[in-house]
Nanobody, 125 residues
Framework: QVQLVESGGGSVQAGGSLRLSCAAS????????MGWFRQAPGKEREGVAC????????YYADSVKGRFTISQDNAKKTVYLQMLTLKPEDTAMYYC??????????????????WGQGTQVTVSS
């Protein structure tokens, strides 16, 4: 069992930045990859970024490429999402997720078995 707790959300103006954190606990040795997803009201969940923890390889959605960076601190068992140049369309609830069953990370939420409760990001114009 893996538990994930997100933090770092908030309200910023367009062009601003935020850094989200996701602290993992429990059976973390089973985790092979972690990701960030977001869901805005009335919209489907969208994969934002993922990282394959063993190799540190990353993958991003086109909508955030060049603005968001996912990283990890293995000692702290934490994954981060640095978000720069935020836009109003980035407004959403952001969720951290962890998975173990595949050999690479993906923005397919179905590949992730553990999810956090989410942290809200609001970007005003």
């Amino acid at each position: 069992q893996v538990q994930l707790v997100e933090s770092g959300g908030g309200s910023v103006q367009a062009g601003g930045s935020l850094r989200l954190s996701c602290a993992a606990s429990g059976y973390i040795a089973s985790i092979k990859y972690m990701g960030w997803f977001r869901q805005a009201p009335g919209k489907e969940r969208e994969g934002v970024a993922c990282i394959y923890t063993g190799l540190g390889t990353t993958y991003y959605a086109d909508s955030v490429k060049g603005r968001f960076t996912i990283s990890q601190d293995n000692a702290k068992k934490t994954v981060y999402l640095q978000m720069l140049t935020l836009k109003p369309e980035d407004t959403a609830m952001y969720y951290c997720a962890a998975g173990r069953d595949w050999v690479s990370c993906s923005l397919n939420g179905g590949r992730f078995g553990s999810w956090g409760q989410g942290t809200q990001v609001t970007v005003s114009s």
